[in-house]
């Protein structure tokens, strides 16, 4: 078995990739769906104002507290190399680190972005509303699988 603080950091990147992961998986199976059947105006309302409630400390520590859990471990597993589980916590880091966090920068908050630049409203709004739709839900099935699979690994480590 691995040192205290090595499993402290795995039992935490567990919890953290798999609550991300349940957050997520609501979102594609639940919320999005749910905004898609009601009105354009309505839904892109709901949305801009998910997106700012999203922006609070709870939130925020599990999606980037997991992250800089899983570069700690990223770097302590290359210091580790050849233990039982390196291979599993050097790739459920990243999983999480590039399939959650790097997906949510490099394309859910710039969709989020735009949506927020539009007026519920108006024509522009609309049409951004249907593309909108389709590429977040999209990512966002990139990040829940991404963080599940995180979830798996570092859960498989704690095993070894």
Known sequence: MFNNNLVTLT????????????????????VM???ARI???QGI???QSINITAINPLFMLALFGTA????????????????PHSAYLLIGSLFYLIGVIGVTIAFNVPLNDALASVKPGS??????????LTNWTLWNHVRTIASLI???????????
Do not use: D, R
Not at 68 to 83: P, R
Not at 123 to 132: M, R, V
Not at 150 to 160: Q, R, V
């Open 11 to 30: 039992l935490i990147a567990a919890i953290g990739s798999g609550l991300v992961a349940g957050v997520f998986f609501a979102f594609s199976t639940l």
């Open 123 to 132: 024509p522009e709004g609309a049409t951004l509303w249907s593309k909108y």
């Open 68 to 83: 800089v859990v899983c570069f700690f471990l990223a770097i302590l597993t290359a210091l580790k190399w050849g233990q």
């Open 45 to 47: 309302a709901a949305m």
């Open 33 to 35: 769906p749910a905004l």
């Open 150 to 160: 995180a979830t798996l690994l570092f859960t498989i480590a704690l095993g070894k």
């Open 39 to 41: 009105e354009p105006v």
